[in-house]
């Protein structure tokens, strides 16, 4: 009678163990997905940084475009005043 709780007992056990390693899979495989989620996005976010870098660096400062605008404005007027 002993010996049969003892079984018991050890069939419990192992069948415990094996519920113990199942969810540890499971959490390694979810870990992994995260791990491999994060890199994508890691690497998603490296692109759009030097994109926008590319875009800050090709654009015309505001205030050199205004100074080019006031510049042929200038031009304009006094081609205007010389032609009267």
């Given at each position: 009678m002993i010996?049969?709780?003892?079984?018991?007992?050890a069939?419990?056990?192992?069948?415990?163990r094996?519920?113990?390693?199942?969810?540890?899979?499971?959490?390694?495989?979810?870990?992994?997905?995260?791990?491999?989620?994060?890199?994508?996005t890691?690497?998603?976010?490296?692109?759009?940084e030097?994109?926008?870098?590319?875009?800050?660096r090709?654009?015309?400062?505001?205030?050199?475009?205004?100074a080019?605008?006031?510049?042929?404005?200038?031009?304009?007027?006094?081609?205007?005043?010389?032609?009267?």
């Open positions: 010996e049969q709780g003892h079984e018991g007992v069939v419990e056990l192992e069948r415990l094996r519920s113990v390693d199942v969810g540890f899979a499971t959490t390694r495989g979810d870990l992994a997905l995260l791990l491999q989620r994060a890199d994508q890691d690497k998603t976010l490296s692109e759009h030097d994109r926008l870098d590319a875009l800050e090709s654009r015309w400062p505001l205030p050199s475009l205004a080019l605008t006031s510049c042929a404005a200038l031009a304009v007027a006094v081609w205007e005043s010389a032609a009267r």
